[in-house]
Each structure stands twice: as structure tokens, then as C-alpha cells.
């Protein structure tokens, strides 16, 4: 009778891990589809952003606006900051790319260990981007290469503040995006929240 009511206990406990090892199979196909998304966005935008540095780099010169894409609304002028938005900590190129990196990377292993909301997801995809992309001008040449200007957001901030709006780049535009895309998903329902594994 003991012997019987140990098989039981034993076949009670088999079936249960079964089952769990099952559910977590079936999770882990859903977590990986929550995944392509954000490691493609962050892959299109890290190869633009560089490819566009390298093309601005070899086909403008240095603080001469060219008006080629919308007239009055973006145009590209070369230059380069070895600090954040409108020159903020110029001269500390290697710390803030070093911080940057450290951001993008921990975002992204956040991401893989951790599947998030599609919305969420993609923001933080492209923060990621973003601050990896710059990351990797501070460690290589000590500067951030820009090139993306607008007249029409320089006009906003000179009339404001008194100062030109900040000439960007994809990577900032990424982050910038990524962050709004953020602000947005916290307050949409079902994005707050990460997948429970």
C-alpha cells in the first residue's frame, strides 16, 4: 500500500515538471518573436547612422550647409562635437562614449533577457541604437560626426532661447524618437509591463 502511494506521489510530481518544462517551451518561441523587431531596428539604424557619417565625412565640407533634402525643413551641414547637445561637456568625448556604450549594450542584454511590449520594445531598440551609434565616434575619433540640420526647428530655438537648434544625426534622432516612444508606452495599457518569466 506505501509502495503504491509512492508510485502515485512520484507520477504526481513527473507530470507536474512535464508541465511546467512544456510552458516554458511554449514561452520561449513568443519571447524570441519579441525579439527581431528591436535587434533589427537597432541593427538598420546602427548601419545608417555610420553609413551616413562616412558619406557626409567624404562628400561635404566642414560648416557648409547644403539644402538638398527638404528646402527649410532639413538640410545637411558637416560638423563635429566632442560633447552632447548644444556643446554640453565639449571635451569629454571619451567618458561620454564610454557612458554611451555602457547604455547601449545594457539595454540591449535588458532586451534579450527580458522581452518587452512592442511598443516598448522598439523605443528601447532604438535608444540602444542610438547611444551605441555615437558611442562608436567617441571611441574612434574622439568626436561625434553631424550632419542633419533644420532651419525650421533652428528658428524655433533662436527665437526661444536665442541660440541654433543643435545640428543631430540619426543616432540622436534614434534616441530622441526612442525616448518619446517611451514616455508614450508608459502610459498605454499593457506596455508597462515586461514578460513575467
Not at 520561449?28 to 548601419?47: D, G, K, N
Not at 571619451?94 to 539595454?107: N, T
Request: glycine content about 10%; overall charge positive; cysteine-free.
Amino acid at each position: 500500500m506505501r509502495s503504491f502511494s509512492a508510485v502515485r506521489g512520484w507520477s504526481k510530481t513527473y507530470t507536474a515538471e512535464v508541465t511546467n518544462r512544456d510552458l516554458h517551451a511554449s514561452a520561449r518561441p513568443e519571447a524570441a518573436s519579441r525579439l527581431w523587431v528591436p535587434l533589427t531596428l537597432f541593427a538598420v539604424l546602427l548601419l545608417a547612422d555610420q553609413w551616413l557619417k562616412w558619406w557626409s565625412e567624404a562628400n561635404l565640407q566642414f560648416g557648409q550647409p547644403v539644402d538638398v533634402l527638404i528646402p527649410g525643413l532639413l538640410g545637411l551641414t558637416l560638423t563635429y562635437n566632442t560633447g552632447a547637445a548644444w556643446s554640453l561637456l565639449s571635451g569629454a568625448a571619451l567618458p561620454l562614449a564610454l557612458g554611451r556604450l555602457l547604455v547601449g549594450l545594457g539595454i540591449l542584454v535588458y532586451l534579450v533577457r527580458r522581452p518587452q511590449p512592442p511598443v516598448l520594445a522598439v523605443s528601447l531598440g532604438m535608444i540602444a541604437a542610438g547611444a551605441v551609434g555615437n558611442a562608436i565616434d567617441g571611441l574612434r575619433a574622439g568626436k561625434v560626426t553631424d550632419m542633419l540640420s533644420s532651419p525650421a526647428l533652428d528658428a524655433v530655438t533662436r527665437t526661444i532661447h536665442g541660440q541654433p537648434f543643435p545640428i543631430f544625426n540619426i543616432a540622436d534622432s534614434a534616441v530622441v524618437v526612442g525616448v518619446l516612444l517611451l514616455l508614450i508606452s508608459s502610459v498605454l495599457p499593457g506596455q508597462a509591463g515586461g514578460v513575467k518569466n
